[in-house]
């Protein structure tokens, strides 16, 4: 079964450069999220999608943050401009959004900002 | 809003001890879906288990949690650790709207 694709798994970037993660969802699944993980803040959601509509995104990320979803099979999470402390993991969930909503992870994407 | 609190941040044990990580959670809806998920070092989160009946026992690869709506609680239980156990869980609930997980606690098994 195809799972969340997550494109690419690492990034290394400069301060001040523009980058673009992607994430391709299980096929059929409404509900998309972004989330950054760190080892002190722990999962924290960046945006959330149900049918491409984007129904939150995360206040504290607005600003270098933008999170889009053309389509049903694709979405892409834009840091303009980077900084340091963009270093993560950016990991893409997708679920059902009915029913049984475990959202499904893909492998992320490890973002290192120099 | 919905919210879900993981009161342990790290937990140690020695290998063949039982597990207890706490979950406890606050939501509007009368019948929230619950979650655990795993992650292993270099990995992503994966389902553990999941409920949605009150009372019930529900497993899966060793461990077991049991959804009580009168305490708002779904803990994580293993009768015997193992040292592959070592990873970061995450208790997860939602309502039918967005999916909110916990801070996580890591869990640590030693010989």
């Not at chain 1, 760190?38 to 491409?52: N, P």
């Not at chain 1, 029913?99 to 120099?114: I, K, N």
């Not at chain 2, 937990?11 to 207890?20: A, C, K, Q, S």
């Not at chain 2, 949690?65 to 708002?72: D, E, F, G, R």
Request: net charge neutral.
């Amino acid at each position: 079964d195809a799972g969340v694709t997550q494109t690419p798994r690492h990034e290394v970037a400069e301060k001040g450069q523009t980058i673009i993660l992607k994430c391709e969802p299980v096929s059929g699944h409404n509900d998309l999220f972004w989330y950054r993980q760190t080892k002190i803040q722990g999962l924290e959601l960046l945006s959330y999608f149900r049918s491409k509509s984007l129904m939150e995104d995360g206040g504290a990320f607005k600003d270098r943050f933008k999170a889009e979803m053309l389509n049903s099979s694709f979405s892409t999470l834009k840091i303009q401009p980077t900084e340091p402390k963009d270093s993560a993991v950016y990991l893409c969930a997708s679920s059902p959004g009915t029913g049984d909503q475990a959202p499904l992870f893909g492998e992320g994407t490890r973002l290192s900002v120099l | 809003g919905d919210s879900v609190t993981q009161t342990e941040g790290l937990v140690t044990l020695t290998e063949g001890l039982p597990v207890m990580l706490n979950c406890t959670y606050q939501t509007i809806y009368s019948n929230p879906f619950l979650f655990w998920y795993v992650q292993h070092l270099n990995e992503s989160p994966r389902l553990l288990l999941k409920s949605f009946t009150d009372n019930k026992r529900t497993e899966h690869q060793g461990f077991h949690a049991t959804l009580h709506k009168s305490s708002s609680s779904f803990h994580l239980q293993k009768s015997s650790a193992q040292l592959s156990d070592s990873a970061l869980y995450y208790c997860a609930l939602t309502g039918g709207y967005k999916v909110v997980f916990g801070s996580g606690t890591r869990l640590l098994v030693s010989p």
